[in-house]
């Protein structure tokens, strides 16, 4: 799939991409589908009756669709999208924003209670970092520019060259001013 990163700009579909299910079946989507809702339940954790209504709600807002089945029997989707930005002005994108962060944490408490079940190379890799920087709004832009710019080449929706021991990887950035900083 060639990258395709939309603007989301309609209230209600930002609104409708926030909820947690949502924003969670068309992640796993983006970088390991396509997959069945049984799949995609399995992988998030959620039943498959319920995998299937919310993929039909992304497929309603033309974010996923269904892909070519093998059998005829299986019904699996795809992502229509390889990203997406929203209009950070709006209150839909604040609540977008609080169901991403709420998932990539989700995702860092059970990454850290099964992380000794992995190969030690796999935990090497593993980073947590935290800066506390001092930026204007225009440094802190150019800065998650330079870091999208690199990460980029490696979104498994669009990658065809990843070495045979590659996996699936949640890579996460958080860039946001403190509440009681100078940015007002």
Do not use: K
Request: net charge negative; with cysteine.
């Amino acid at each position: 799939m060639d990258a395709r990163r939309p603007t989301l700009s309609d209230p209600a579909t930002v609104r409708a991409l926030a909820h947690p299910v949502r924003l969670d079946l068309l992640g796993y989507l983006m970088s390991d589908g396509p997959a069945t809702a049984s799949q995609c339940a399995r992988a998030i954790g959620d039943t498959p009756s319920n995998s299937s209504y919310h993929l039909r709600v992304l497929s309603g807002l033309g974010l996923v669709e269904e892909d070519a089945s093998a059998d005829g029997r299986e019904r699996p989707w795809r992502a229509t999208i390889t990203g997406f930005t929203t209009d950070p002005g709006t209150s839909e994108a604040s609540e977008l924003l609080a169901a991403s962060v709420q998932l990539d944490y989700q995702a860092a408490r059970e990454y850290l209670r099964r992380r000794d079940e992995l190969p030690s190379d796999w935990r090497d890799a593993d980073v947590h970092a935290h800066y506390g920087l001092r930026v204007s709004a225009e440094e802190m832009r150019t800065i998650v520019e330079a870091i999208d710019a690199i990460v980029r080449p490696y979104i498994a929706a669009v990658r065809t060259d990843g070495p045979a021991d590659a996996a699936s990887v949640s890579f996460s950035m958080l860039a946001l001013p403190r509440p009681n900083g100078s940015a007002s």
